[in-house]
């Protein structure tokens, strides 16, 4: 079974520019949620979906946005980025419930320039 | 909101010695604890985890203990080997899920 797949890699955007991030979970699996990682703040939840509706939402200012489609496979869009958005981006799905076991991709690292 | 405190934030232990990494929490409606190691470059997986309705759990090395009353969690790692060496996260969930900020482990020769 493949795992959970982000898309891309790598990102160098500029400041006021938007960005959308890709993920894919693993087959089967209903949730997904979206992760902010930085140096010396760990994991920051930003959203989490389930049968494309947003279940849960972090602290995160309104330009983080996210989606969900019928496929499971969500996208996080950035709009006016701004130097403090750099940071690696998660990804990951369990199959639906609350408590379950989180699958995380490999990440978008984002550089904003 | 919930908030997840995590200590320490580096820890050095002597190979074979153990290790021990707390978190405190404060929404006592949280109800699920999990922990993920993440090594070097690589993506953060699930080690344990451990419900509100449980006060320890071991696997093999590792062992969690939860006490509600005083909203802390604790996570240990016995006899430990070059390949612990990574970052501890330890989470709290009610509706969601907030991680604390990690622990560097490295594990010394």
């Known amino acids: 079974k493949a795992g959970v797949t982000q898309t891309p890699r790598y990102l160098i955007k500029t400041r006021g520019q938007q960005v959308t991030l890709s993920c894919s979970p693993i087959s089967g699996h209903r949730s997904v949620s979206w992760y902010q990682q930085t140096p010396g703040q760990g994991l920051q939840f930003l959203f989490e979906?389930?049968?494309?509706?947003?279940?849960n939402k972090g602290n995160f200012p309104g330009r983080f946005s996210g989606r969900q489609f019928s496929n499971s496979r969500s996208e996080m869009n950035v709009s006016t980025l701004e130097l403090g958005d750099s940071a690696l981006y998660l990804c990951?799905?369990?199959?639906?419930?609350?408590?379950?076991?989180?699958?995380f991709g490999s990440g978008t690292q984002l550089s904003v320039l | 909101g919930e908030n997840v405190e995590q200590h320490p934030s580096t820890l050095s232990v002597q190979e074979g010695d153990s290790a021990v990494i707390k978190c405190t929490y404060s929404?006592?409606?949280?109800?699920?604890f999990p922990w993920y190691k993440q090594e070097l470059g690589k993506r953060p997986q699930l080690i344990i985890d451990i419900r509100s309705n449980v006060g320890e759990k071991k696997d093999q090395r590792i062992a969690v203990t939860l006490n509600k009353t005083a909203k802390h969690f604790s996570l240990h790692i016995t006899e430990t080997q070059p390949e612990d060496s990574a970052v501890y996260f330890c989470?709290?969930?009610?509706?969601?899920?907030?991680f604390g900020k990690g622990t560097r482990l490295h594990i010394l020769p």
């Open positions: 990951a799905s369990s199959p639906g419930g609350l408590n379950e076991k989180l699958f």
């Open positions: 989470a709290a969930r009610d509706d969601k899920i907030i």
């Open positions: 929404d006592s409606a949280s109800n699920y």
């Open positions: 979906y389930f049968s494309e509706t947003q279940r």
